[in-house]
C-alpha cells in the first residue's frame, strides 16, 4: 500500500456517511444499500460495522485498499453474490471502464428472529431461478421472467432490479410497484406475499434477498 493509500484511511467514517453508498431500506432486520462508483473513483474509508452480503450488477474490477492489510486488486464476474463479516475498514477503487454497482445488505441482530420461507419457484413456467448465495440468515436468488409471467414472493424479502429490468411488484400493504432503475428496492415485509410480474416484453431480471433463518 502507498503512502497516499495510507493516508487516505487515516479517518474512517461508516458506511451511512461514504457518499457512493445509498441507503435505501433501513428497519430493524436489515439496511440495504446501492452502491455506485464510477470509473477512476474511489470511496472515503468506511467502515462495515454489521455482517453483510455483497451483491455486484455487471463486470467489475477495482483496487481494494484495507486500511490495516496490503491493497488487491479484484475483478467480479456479473452476479457475483458473497457474505463479509463485520469489521472491514477499507476504500474501494473502481479501475475498471464502467461504473462499479453493487448492493449491500447488512444483517441485523434481529433477523436471526425471523423465519425465512423457501421460494419454491423451480417449475414456474416462464420464470427461471438462479441461487446465488444461501447463508444461515440470509440468501439471495436471481430471478429472469418472461414477458407475461409472475411468480410469488415471500417476506420477509428485499425486491430489486440491478440491471434495471422493468418488473411490478404487487403487495397487500404496498400496493403497485414498478421496479425499473438501479436505486429501486422494495421490502415485503414477514408473513406477507408479493406478485413479482414482468408485463414490458421481456425478459427481466429481479434480484430477490430473503432474510431469516430457515
Same mark, same amino acid.
Given at each position: ?21 445509498? !441507503? ?12 455506485? %462508483?464510477? &470509473? ?20 467489475? *474490477?477495482?483496487?481494494? !485498499? &484495507? =486500511? ?29 471502464? +464502467? ?6 445488505? *447488512? ?8 423465519? =425465512? ?7 414456474? +413456467? ?16 436471481? %430471478? ?25 411488484? %404487487?403487495? &397487500? ?7 425499473? =432503475?438501479? =436505486? ?11 406478485? !413479482? ?8 431480471? +429481479? ?8
Amino acid at each position: 500500500m502507498t503512502s497516499t493509500d495510507l493516508h487516505s484511511c487515516q479517518n474512517v467514517i461508516s458506511i451511512a456517511d461514504e457518499p457512493h453508498h445509498h !441507503l435505501i431500506i433501513d428497519n430493524e432486520w436489515v439496511r440495504a444499500y446501492a452502491v455506485e %462508483i464510477p &470509473p477512476h473513483e474511489r470511496t472515503l474509508c468506511h467502515l462495515h460495522g454489521t455482517p453483510y452480503l455483497m451483491y455486484v450488477a455487471g463486470e467489475a *474490477e477495482i483496487h481494494n !485498499l &484495507p =486500511r490495516d492489510s496490503a491493497a488487491e486488486t479484484q475483478h467480479f464476474s456479473p452476479d457475483h453474490c458473497g457474505f463479509a463479516p463485520a469489521g472491514l475498514e477499507h476504500v474501494v477503487e473502481n479501475i475498471g471502464a +464502467a461504473t462499479f454497482r453493487n448492493m449491500i445488505f *447488512e444483517v441485523l441482530p434481529a433477523t436471526g428472529k425471523l423465519h =425465512r420461507p423457501g421460494l419454491g419457484l423451480a417449475h414456474i +413456467a416462464g420464470v427461471t431461478v438462479s441461487p446465488l448465495y444461501s447463508g444461515h440468515e440470509i440468501c439471495a436468488q436471481l %430471478i429472469q421472467l418472461s414477458s407475461g409471467s409472475q411468480v410469488q414472493v415471500t417476506g420477509p424479502a428485499i425486491v430489486s432490479s440491478p440491471y434495471e429490468s422493468a418488473v411490478e411488484l %404487487i403487495s &397487500p400493504h404496498g400496493g403497485k410497484r414498478k421496479l425499473e =432503475r438501479f =436505486r429501486q428496492m422494495e421490502f415485503v415485509a414477514a408473513g406477507e406475499t408479493g406478485l !413479482l410480474r414482468c408485463e414490458w416484453g421481456g425478459p427481466a431480471r +429481479a434480484l430477490v434477498v430473503t432474510l431469516g433463518c430457515q
